[in-house]
């Protein structure tokens, strides 16, 4: 059974870093995309980040190019880890944060199958 688990929002001040993790399990090879989404109150979902496979590459939304970043850990061959590094947080990063899988990173109309519980992130001015 694929489980997506992300930890590590909280609140931050503007300008401040976060980094967000997410356990993807169930798996059984290292083949498969990451993307991390937000959604704000009374916005729509947005890609924020995606990495396609164990060896990248990695895509990302303009609004974060050059202060988020997305790796993974393949280390553990029961599960990956995709972290989402977030520096120099604007009060409008401030959102839900969620991680999926089993989709597409170069299609943004593609279906994403597995979700993550998601994890709050609060950047105050």
């Known amino acids: 059974e694929v489980q997506l688990v992300e930890s590590g929002g909280g609140l931050v001040q503007a300008g401040g870093s976060l980094r967000l993790s997410c356990v993807a399990s169930g798996f059984t090879s290292d083949d498969f995309a990451v993307g991390w989404f937000r959604q704000a109150p009374g916005k729509e979902l947005e890609k924020v980040a995606c990495?396609?496979?164990?060896?990248?590459?990695?895509?990302?939304?303009d609004s974060v190019k050059g202060r988020f970043t997305i790796s993974r850990d393949n280390s553990k061959n029961t599960e990956n880890t995709v972290y989402l590094q977030m520096n120099s947080l604007k009060p409008e990063d401030t959102a839900i944060y969620y991680c999926?899988?089993?989709?597409?990173?170069?299609?943004?109309?593609?279906?994403?199958?597995?979700w993550g519980q998601g994890t709050q992130v609060t950047v105050s001015s």
């Open positions: 990495i396609r496979n164990s060896a990248g590459p990695t895509y990302y939304t």
């Open positions: 999926a899988t089993e989709g597409s990173c170069l299609d943004p109309d593609a279906n994403w199958y597995y």
